[in-house]
């Protein structure tokens, strides 16, 4: 459900652009912002409020990686696992990732500190392989770089590393 | 003039094209995957590259405009090589399941492959997994198989309008999905099916029932539910209508389709045809033979005629039968039967404001192409939703919008709810004050036209008695964007003929396209609507429109049919009911037809027909009339019979025969036969004979022929003059006092998916829309603490009945809507009428209703 308040925040975002269709975007960043995923539910309510087919508002927000459909944990891992990023030499680094955090495929560690998922080309094809933490671009990765990642993320998190 | 080169061979443009255009024209196959005729060139697929010279790389040829001087190769070694290459790639994915899959045979891709594509791909990986989902009730849709051309997605989006569907995800997940994911739940019109090329979205109804390459009969016919008359294609094997399907750039429609042309054909093999006559003994309806029922028929109203006169009999056409039943039903009851009592359900509307129409503005004024809609600039819609009446219709206002046309509406109109510019919402009821308020306002800019003058001075009457102004939104908008409009056309639905003087509202609507110099446009829901009123399924005029009270006309039609045509005046649809329960009609013979079910006050007009003392109805099921009748006698259908059909833009229109029927008759043949055996011969051998008939007597149908239809432009023409002598009978402005203060108010939903009583036998039509649902705006149910699909109970003075609710934000005002298809719950059970004075349609009323939830 999008609120008033969120409603008229949506508003305003519609007259900085020349037409509605390039508010959909923006509008979809906002009320990840906000609610921390795009739900259906939102997807229908945006369609009202921007005049505009629910079927393109879904087709954008799958589109982008950066916007999350369901709700994700606390650090979102996103491995690009596309031809670039395959091409050099740890083609494995998904597998190398889900082997060390024990999950698969959209799923979420038993703590709710990270989910993991392959996405298409992150556009750091000259600096291959990538992936994304949340909003954080990493580039140029091996298995060693990313284990270090992650555990930094986890001693951050929970203070002590074992 | 562009001249260029392909493949050594010069080609001459007369308007600039693409090169994939410009060498289909010199006849130079290049091959596609992305591209369709019909929608705008995309370059995805990359299928199409040529060599151009003095252009570094390979190009596309179908997003490439071809240029003066350009030379382009379509074919080389390496050119093939990249095709390989890219068939290579789209297989990587694709799970080659031909021999399981429907599209195999007709399937791009397959031939594609057959022609350039690599014998053995290198990818030994693992394929993408994705099973087909069944989920959707008429669609399949099979994500493995996708190749991702976007050919659907731009169907929806940019022809269709429907926007239901998108490409979902990215990369190697890219797939087509519906919003929903699983059901589409959108316009079903199909064509997303008609475009895709390869076996990714199926239709469900012919799923692994039959091969492309199995079809013993192909056969290209009209569609059977409203007045635009879609070319389409029905495809046949073991005497069963297998699929239906349009052809690119075919027709009115254009290769295009909506749902009840493309599903809706099924009811034509229902099980419950009526086999064999019915004839009632003792009470009840009993099955007889062809001889027994004809003669039956023939003795009842022979005596009758005899007894009572021919005025004691009467007829009711039907705009579901072609042009030579119509014209014959017409002909026996007037040279048989000896009466003028002849109309149509047409009456409740098109019928009803056409005449009115052209007494107004001259014989044809609602003769208007189409294809005519695009080029305008600014599209007046008033009373219905065209995209749902006429749903091919309502896609060229899309397109017009698309266009930058201005969009203005009146009243509701939910398939233009994303492409109206402008929507004018009266008070409940109040259209017609508007209409007139508008139509002062326009000729107070625009003056009289000095060319119709009983037009010019009703106007002026109307000026006159005009006092102060309705205080609506937008109304000003509305006005000022007419009067500047350089071309417009008026799209006019029946709702609004169906109220309390309606002929108001037809007036005010005939003034406004006389003083903007408009075209007009009826909407009509039924095939022959048009060509029921040419033949002369009408009480006052012959056929072609000639008046019946002018004796010239009526000589040339006595020395054709070789006999007098009654004196007496004929009765109107409604005057027959009335005379039916005062018994001055005695006798009905209704061809085609259900008006216990079809007009409005069911149990008013069943008492009619239960004091008649002789009922007879020819149909292809036991409807609600004919489970009255006293003789029942089954006719054929659609793709059973061959017979003409004229669409609301006067387009004549072969619909032909495509299987043999197992039991019933032609429409003609029954009446010609009951007519040979009560003494008036009628010797037809086919449909042809009739219409060579007509082509004789009817000046609207001069000279034509069955071959000259077939070529499929013949539209009759006018001159714009009334035929018959003109009206004078003017509109007085009402009382604006009355005043509707209810919570609710009932009204008809003209729905997308059904038409008439016949879709209920169609089961896809019925997958998509099983029952009956109450349309009530979103805000309003909150009130009464309505969710979807809740039941209520739905009260207005005449009667009673229980819905699920649905809510509908496009409805913009305290109505609610109830369609009238379903057996038992239709809407005009719940409504009476009283009859307009001028158009002798029905208005509509008691409309208040109450909603109690259950
Ligand atoms: S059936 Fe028509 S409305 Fe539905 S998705 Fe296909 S093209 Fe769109
Ligand atoms: S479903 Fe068919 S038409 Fe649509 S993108 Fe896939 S292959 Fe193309
Ligand atoms: S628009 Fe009318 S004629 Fe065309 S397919 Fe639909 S119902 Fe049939
Ligand atoms: S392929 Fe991985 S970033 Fe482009
Ligand atoms: S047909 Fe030209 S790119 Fe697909």
Redesign the pocket.
Known sequence: MIDENMRQTIEGLIKKFPCRDSAVVPSLSYIQKVKGHISENDMEDLAIILQFPEARIFSAASFYSMLKLMPKARYHIQVCTNVSCSLVETETLFDHISGKLGIGEGEITPDGLFSLESVECLGSCGYAPAMMVNSEHYENLNFKKADEIIELIIKEFTGKYP | MITLTINDKEVTLEKPVSVLEAARQAGIKIPTLCYHEALKPYGGCRLCVVEVERMPKLQTACTLMAADGMVVKTESEGISKVRRGILEFLLINHPLDCPYCDKAGECELQDLVNKYGPTVGRYKEEKRKVPESHKDQIFARNMERCVVCTRCVRMCNDQQGASAISIMGRGNHSRMEPFSSDSFNCEYCGNCLTVCPVGAILSRLYMHSFRPWQVDNEVET?????????S?VVQVRDESIKRVIPRTGLG??RGL??????F?YEYINSQDRLTTPLVRKNGKLEQSTWSEALHIVAERLSGIKRTDGGSAIAGIGSPRCSNEDNYVFQKFIRMACGSNNIDSISRTGYAAAQKYFEELLGQGITTNLIEGLKNSEVIFVVGGDPTAV????GLSIREASRRGAKIVVLGNAKGLDRFKTLQVVPPVFREMEVLEELLVGVSGVKGARGEKLDVDKGIRMLSDTYSGSMDIEGIEELKQTLLNSPSTSIVFGMDLVQRANGHRAVFAIAGLTYLLEARLYLLSDR?NEQGLIDAGCVPDMLPGGRPLDIHDFKRKFETEWGGPIPEEDGKTLFEIIEGARNKSVKALYIMGDNPVFNLPDAQYIKEALQALDFLVVQDLFLSETAQLADVVLPALGWTEKTGTYT?LERRIQLQKKAVNAGSGMEDWKIISEVSGKMGYKMAYSDAEDIMDEIAKVSPLYRDLTYREISKGNCLWPYHGEPLRGEIHELPAMVDAASDFRADFYLALEKPLFH?GTLSRRSPALMKICPEPTLKINGAAARKLGLHEGNRVQVTTAAGSSEVPVSIDDTIKDNKVLLSNNFEGQGLFSLLTYTLDPVTKAPGIEGCEVRLIKI
Do not use: F, K
């Open positions: 009209i569609c059977s539910y409203c007045g635009v008359g879609c389409l009115v429609n389709l909506c749902s009840r042309g493309r809706g006429n749903p091919i219709l095939p669409n038409s």
